[in-house]
């Protein structure tokens, strides 16, 4: 188990340095809102099964009883006309064919890696395409993008695209239970994060991905099995419902908290996991924009924040959008949320706690947007290892966090970036750099899912403790003075690609020398009060001046 520093971490909620007006609003916004156009015409002719695809004798007969029989037919979606005995062939040229398990962030990402490589990539995607989407519905509509992140983007050509639609956010702005607005920078030197929209940096990168003649992504085309060690899949085509079967040099899982392919590594010994809900659940609600008398739309808070309502055992977070409206997260006990069944309850309870935010999202809108669904609950992932011969996990497959450190998408994308130089490092010797991955980055994502889980039990047990507010203020006035040298946790973990682990080990550092700063100094103040008593009224005046 990982040593969590104390105490924490967030500087959120630490008032005391900030100004307490809020500057006049100056949109950095980097574009201007545009109606979504429809990506899905781009595609053309449906793409074809790769040629990793087996293909068993008995095509043409009927679905069986027999799960071998069922699960022995090409993918419908396959080359109709591909010739018997298109068996599984490995490449002699060191070109590897890939499959990818889950067409999310981390999975589109993944695959534009390993086609830039020239591998033969092959995406699977339990959910329709959402490009030819309506409404997606899901998880988190924006997520806030930083360096990590960041990093993976640029390795793939994409950082300029996704940044020219995403807002940026220089501080969180912290809104009292009176209404006072506090803005919290993140940084002297104009660093940011990015707020973005989910769907917009999943289109972006499954466009990006199927550019690449190399790369097929297919959609409702569901992992129900498979042979890791070997690496042989069954899958589901959900539109046809048959199942068929593939086989490939490796298997990438990146399907999400709740993974198949870390499913099948389970069935394996020695391979340790642990998963824990927290008693915090999430909902979205929308706050519109605010339509001037010209008819165009203002963002109804002030644009490049992370907006936060903390309150005791239960937050608000706000994230701008780029057609000027926020995505509003509700963090709180599933308990809490319960006696909420109703919308006189509901406005009794926002009118007590948010009352600026229920102003601007308006009564009506709130009480639509809350009970269309209900409040979703929130997982924390940890196993090891994430390899086995032939296969490997990433991002929430492998460590699925909870989002009190706007971590998780970065990490994910940042195991990408990882596993990408381990193979230039390594020379694209597989066998070595599966292993070396989890014996590299296993240890540093579990390192970020206990302190974004530290990070939620601090948030309600330590935000109104003195020594916790004493401890945030000195980190402020410390990094203001020497800011090379004393870089408060949230910085090395949002504006560096520092390991997590050294991040972690920084702050523990951090922790030992104020507490021999404090120990010293009131060891240097109880002697110089002795002293006094003695007349030594000079010795008080030095200790006085010191810190
Ligand atoms: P996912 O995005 O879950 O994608 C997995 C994909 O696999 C899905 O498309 C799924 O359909 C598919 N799939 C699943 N099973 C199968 C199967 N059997 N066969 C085929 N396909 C399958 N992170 C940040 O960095 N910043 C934030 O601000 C932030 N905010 C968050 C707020 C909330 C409320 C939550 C819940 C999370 C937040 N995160 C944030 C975390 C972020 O959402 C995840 O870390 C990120 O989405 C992980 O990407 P992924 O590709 O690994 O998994
Ligand atoms: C939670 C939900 C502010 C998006 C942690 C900060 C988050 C995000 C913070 C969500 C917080 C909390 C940090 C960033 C970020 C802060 C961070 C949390 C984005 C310590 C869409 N967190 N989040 N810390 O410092 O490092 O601003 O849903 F409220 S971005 Cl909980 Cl930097």
Redesign the pocket.
Known sequence: MLQVPSPGTPLIFSFSLARTTAPPAQPLLRDRPQKSSCRCCSGGAAPLASAAVRRDADEGQSQGEDVLHSVSKMPPSGPLNSKDGLDYQPHSNGKLKVVI???????SCNAIHFAKRGDDVTV????PDPRKQMEVRG??IN???SDR?LAALRNVGLEDTILKKSVPMEGRMIHSKMGVRTPLLYGTKGQCIYSVS?RFLNEALLNAAEESSNTKVFFR???LHGDLEEGKLTLLNMDQNQEFRVETDLIIG???????VRRQMMKRSRFNFSQTYIEHG?LELCMPPVYKKDGTAEFAMEPNYLHIWPRDNFMLIA?PNQDRSWTV?LFMSFQMFQPLHNEKALLAFFSEHFQDALELIGAERLCKDFFRVPA?P?VSVKCNPYHTKCSII????AH??V?FY???????LEDCLIFHELMRQHSSNLQLVLKEFSRVRQPDAEAICELALYNYIEMRYLVNSKMFRIRKFMDRILYSFVPSFWVPLYTMVTFTRTPYRECIENKQWQDRVLHRTVVTTLITASISGILSLFGFGWVRAACDVLP
Do not use: F, I
């Open positions: 398990v889950g067409g999310g962030l981390v999975g699977y995607e339990a959910r998880r988190s997520l806030a993008l992140g989910r085309h569901k992992l990146c399907d999400g908290a709740y993974s198949a999430y994230l997260t979703q929130l990433m991002g929430d497959a699925a966090m989002p706007g971590q998780g998408m970065n990490a994910g």
